[in-house]
């Protein structure tokens, strides 16, 4: 540990190295220099890097406070100053400006020395679309000065899609993309753009939303429901609940009892959330309350957030701290926490409760009263409720220590290197596999079967290389719809192994020399251009076994051709290397395959539609660029263990994938689920994974990914299906004419029970007759 002392080197220590000589001198002349004015200032090291971000209202006084002989600083600090050889600052007008001006670069560039909060980039808020004629409700990641009114930050994402779900049975709002402008001298009063999604959705089917797009409500009426969200999400239960009870009593006495008995049973809902929400004995206060605890360095806040008497929200957040002393951690952290918090927060209360005191108590509450615009202070509560209400809140705040304390003893004992390197010794791996495939099925009773491939990279999943397969080649309706996961399995590595497609290690594809293109012009009459030649040899011989050409047709296609000058050069292996050689170097929309080549197709092409191609009599199968392209950057790197979530059965199919392509060398296993037992290929018994080890930990994690988003397809496709109008499947119905049905009868259950009259004077005769056959 060494001082700097501006008066004299003598505290100096000589036998630090030149670096350090030269940063004393430096930050001398710097500390001469510095106004004595507020501003900002920056802590470099000797990589430039930021390090420390502070702010002061006398630079020059804070500055040599670091640097004078017996500082006392705190450990933290004489750390940092260790690794300083620079100082930067900038001067502003005032200490709120200083503050400001901090507050943003430790956000920008959360320097190591400084307090953080720890995943701030998943925070979501609640938006609230206010400036739009029909607002929309959507959870965002950044708050925007656009108009909108914004709750957060959340830190939970999955309890603000659970309060969203909850709302929407309360008050059925949109929450779809559409831009939505009410205009009377419009069809259906709307102006609709930005037209993501056909309309009206699902949610409007199932009365989840009011529905806007199809004009069955005015804004003036839709705002008032938006305003209703709004309290909620403020708090405002009491006034809500009365409103709605008066506007129950009103339809009863109106004898219109089915739409009371949904207003009741919305209040229902509303007394249950309040029953959880209330805190008894509270004043009707705003209030925002503050505790938190530490262990081994990190510290946990737990928020209250607490509206007219009633708990709305309790937020918890994870701050990180280099080497905090004890005797100024709370109050240091605590400080840290409120500037970089209601940085970004959409609602402060007037009174923020805390613990201990903070050093600038005063210019932070002058902050967040400009903030806010309306007065904001801290309170320190000693006795009563308000001090209860802190006990809580430092019960929830060691609660959550618990839980995230095992979380991140389950992370730290299954760290992914350790995990992939145990995983190389369990299987007995020739290398590390760095990257892992892991391949799953998922179907419901054989319908919408689809397949999924997620990828591990380093033991970490890597999101963006995930796919998706949907199954082609199983029936998908009716008496022969039949689960088969050996077919769906050997389908889909099919279509993935296709990208790495190999030659035979003795074989090669390579451009022509002009001598073999003239020899073959003349001896073969082919008169192709030698752009579009490939021609096939051994490594160690330059003679021609087969060539390989494309037939250009209108420069947007290509048929493949094939010529074999050795009768025993099998065709199967070359097809696929030679489509990726060509397919990288030509851009053509489609590549078809003749008749005689068709024995190739089924791994990759598509059969033609009956005549449905000006080729189809000349060739069967096509290759359109937009379904196969060989240049997807996931499908194109080569796995260093392939998973499939299965038994022998599913490792015996993806093993006659694996043979198509020649790609033996792939090392390839299966995970059975009910012993959690792996096969591996030409082993006969299995490998039992040793429980509580990191390489168990790893397959059971790709093996639930895989299965997790093989479902997610399935699901999602299942939706769509059915979300699918019956009405789009009638002839002579298009969309207008469906949209004008909806309009008018509000659903498909009252388009069956209209009368084939009503039917007609919407469409005609004859389509209404199919109508009441298709839905009957």
Not at 198 to 227: F, M, T
Not at 486 to 493: P, V
Not at 740 to 748: A, C
Request: hydrophobic share 40%; net charge positive.
């Amino acid at each position: 540990m060494f001082y700097h002392d501006f008066r004299a080197y003598s505290y100096i220590d000589l036998t630090f190295p030149m670096l350090q000589k030269q940063a004393a001198t430096k930050i001398e002349a710097i500390l001469k220099n510095v106004p004595t004015k507020p501003g900002i200032y920056k802590m470099l090291d000797e990589a430039a890097t930021i390090i420390y971000v502070g702010k002061a209202k006398d630079l020059r006084k804070r500055l040599q406070s670091y640097f004078r002989p017996k500082a006392n600083l705190p450990i933290r600090k004489e750390k940092m100053i260790e690794k300083v050889v620079d100082i930067d600052y900038t001067v502003v007008n005032s200490e709120l400006e200083a503050l400001v001006l901090e507050t943003n670069l430790i956000k920008e560039l959360r320097p190591r020395y400084n307090v953080l909060m720890k995943d701030d980039k998943s925070y979501v808020y609640i938006r609230v679309s206010t400036n739009e004629d029909f607002p929309r409700i959507s959870v965002v990641r950044k708050m925007v000065k656009d108009g909108a009114k914004y709750f957060g930050p959340k830190t939970a994402g999955w309890k603000v899609q659970k309060t969203l779900k909850l709302l929407k049975k309360l008050f059925p709002f949109r929450h779809c993309q559409l831009n939505i402008s009410w205009n009377p001298e419009a069809k259906n009063g709307v102006d609709i753009s930005h037209k993501v999604i056909k309309y009206p959705c699902l949610d409007y089917h199932i009365k989840r939303c009011i529905g806007p797009c199809v004009g069955v409500i005015a804004p003036s009426e839709y705002k008032q429901l938006i305003e209703r969200v709004v309290r909620f999400l403020e708090g405002d239960y009491a006034d809500l609940k009365a409103d709605l009870v008066v506007e129950m009593q009103e339809l009863a006495k109106a004898k219109k009892f089915e739409q009371a008995a949904l207003l009741r049973d919305k209040l229902v809902v509303l007394d249950s959330i309040q029953e959880k929400q209330d805190i008894s004995d509270v004043m009707h206060e705003n209030l925002d309350v503050l505790n938190l605890v530490e262990e081994q360095g990190t510290y946990f806040i737990n928020l209250f957030q607490v509206r007219e008497g009633k708990l709305i929200s309790q937020e918890n957040f994870v701050l990180k701290a280099e080497l905090l002393d004890e005797e100024d951690s709370i109050s240091e952290v605590l400080q840290g926490f409120i500037t970089q918090y209601y940085q970004e927060a959409a609602d402060i209360a007037a009174k923020i409760l805390i613990p201990v005191p903070i050093v600038e108590r005063e210019i932070l509450e002058e902050w967040l009263t400009v903030v806010k615009g309306t007065k904001v202070e801290f309170v320190i509560p000693q006795r009563g409720r308000k001090n209860s209400l802190l006990d809580l809140a430092l019960k929830n705040a060691k609660s959550y220590a618990s839980q995230m304390r095992v979380k991140w003893l389950s992370e730290e004992k299954h760290d992914p290197q350790t995990s992939i390197e145990d995983l190389k010794t369990v299987l007995a791996l020739p290398r590390l596999p760095k990257r892992i495939e892991c391949y799953d099925v998922s179907h419901l009773g054989g319908t919408e079967t689809v397949g999924s491939m997620v990828v591990f990279e380093n033991g970490l999943g890597k999101s963006d290389h995930y796919r998706h397969f949907r199954i082609r080649n199983l029936p998908e309706a009716g008496k022969d719809a039949k689960p088969d996961d050996f077919a769906s399995m050997e389908e889909m590595l099919t279509r993935r192994l296709k990208y790495l497609a190999a030659l035979p290690n003795d074989y090669q594809l390579r451009q022509p020399t002009q001598k073999q293109v003239v020899a073959l012009n003349l001896d073969e009459k082919l008169e192709i251009d030698p752009a579009l030649l490939a021609v096939l040899t051994k490594k160690d011989r330059n003679s021609p076994l087969a060539i390989l050409w494309l037939k250009e047709e209108d420069k947007k296609a290509a048929v493949i051709n094939w010529l074999s000058l050795d009768k025993k050069v099998e065709l199967k292996p070359y097809i696929l290397p030679f489509l990726q050689y060509v397919i990288r170097k030509f851009d053509y929309l489609k590549y078809y395959l003749p008749y005689s080549l068709e024995k190739t197709a089924p791994l990759s092409f598509l059969e033609i539609g009956a005549q449905s191609d000006r080729l189809s009599k000349e060739c069967r199968y096509v290759l359109e660029k937009y379904r196969f392209a060989f240049k997807d950057v996931s499908l194109n790197k080569k796995p260093d263990l392939i998973v499939i979530d299965g038994g022998k059965g599913q490792l015996s199919s993806a093993r006659k994938a694996f043979l198509k392509f020649g790609l033996q060398d792939l090392q390839m296993v299966s995970l059975a689920k009910k012993e959690e037992e792996v096969f591996k290929i030409g082993q006969s018994t299995s490998i039992i994974l040793p429980d509580n080890t990191a390489a168990k930990f790893l397959m059971q994690r790709i093996r639930d990914e895989a299965h997790r988003f093989a479902i997610t397809l399935n699901r999602d496709r299942r939706v769509k299906k059915m979300t699918q109008s019956q009405l789009d499947d009638i002839p002579g119905i298009g969309e207008k004419t469906k949209m004008s049905l909806l309009k008018k009868f509000g659903s498909l259950d009252q388009i069956a029970a209209a009368s084939e009259d009503e039917l007609a004077e919407m469409t005609n005769r004859t389509v209404a007759k199919l109508i009441k056959a298709s839905l009957s």
